[in-house]
Nanobody
């Protein structure tokens, strides 16, 4: 079982920034990497995905504010979150998968969480107004 490890969550005021990191011991030339979030009482939703070939996808709610990136040399990827809003409050999970796992992938559409193979334990992000 591949274990992903997140870091960087915490509390911040609205308008502030946080950077999440995820150590993922997978082959970055084959795996797509993603960040998901889950607020209390809500379904887990995709936030950003970075495919193995460098293509990125973002949820509409975070476009222009969040950036996903990777450092394959140290098997780590990141989510830079700027201009945070109270509605960004959630537990954030990093994940890794092979494109096509668990169902069809469509260009420009973030896959469902069930289509990701490996997961981190989650890190809480709280944004206060």
């Amino acid at each position: 079982q591949v274990q992903l490890v997140e870091s960087g969550g915490g509390s911040v005021q609205a308008g502030g920034s946080l950077r999440l990191s995820c150590t993922a011991p997978v082959d970055y030339s084959r795996y797509s990497l993603g960040w998901f979030r889950q607020a209390p009482g809500k379904e887990r939703e995709g936030v950003a995905v970075l495919e193995h070939d460098g293509i990125t996808m973002y949820a509409d709610a975070v476009k222009g504010r969040f950036t996903i990136s990777k450092d394959a040399d140290v098997k780590t990827f990141h989510l830079q979150m700027n201009s945070l809003k109270p509605e960004d409050t959630a537990t954030y999970y990093c994940a890794a998968t092979i494109r096509g796992y668990g169902g069809a992938w469509y260009d420009g559409v973030i896959p469902r969480w069930r289509q990701f193979m490996h997961w981190g334990q989650g890190t809480l992000v709280t944004v206060s107004s």
